[in-house]
């Protein structure tokens, strides 16, 4: 069984159960079944900060995953310690605009890309983007998540 807390530290009502279900079942997808995971809604000033004092980065991001595992074979007695996920909830909303499809399919989006990355997946290199995107789009659209 996953473990995922969502944590909402904005004054954005989001669907939390829905965020739990998607998360629960990308990690299925990717044959995790005990992974336990903490996903934290934040607004800009709170993830630029992140992304400044992390990745030098001196701008707001849409995710920033903090993974804790360094290999697979990592397991705790309780399951395996996965990490954490900072989405901004105002850039969400701003990019779901930008890209013309609903709020609902950009968090989506946001939480699977960091919960992949959580799991070891990159878009660094031209390639490993290839693969990262298309198991994206294969466990949203599974989801009912589509354009």
Do not use: W
């Amino acid at each position: 069984m996953n473990v995922i807390e969502v944590f909402n530290q904005t004054d954005q009502k989001i669907d939390l159960e829905y965020i739990k279900k998607l998360s629960d079942f990308t990690l299925k997808k990717e044959s995790v079944d005990n992974g336990i995971v903490n996903i934290i809604l934040v607004d800009d000033d709170y993830i630029h900060e992140i992304n400044k004092n992390y990745r030098k980065i001196d701008r707001v991001t849409d995710v920033i995953s903090f993974a804790l595992e360094e290999e697979e074979t990592i397991n705790f007695e309780f399951g395996r310690l996965l990490g954490d996920i900072y989405v901004c909830i105002p850039q969400m909303k701003r990019q779901a605009i930008e890209y013309g499809h609903s709020e609902k399919r950009e968090l989506s989006f946001l939480i699977v890309h960091g919960i992949l990355h959580l799991l070891g997946y990159d878009h660094m290199e031209k390639e490993d983007e290839k693969i990262m995107f298309a198991r994206q789009e294969l466990v949203l659209n599974e989801y009912g998540i589509t354009r």
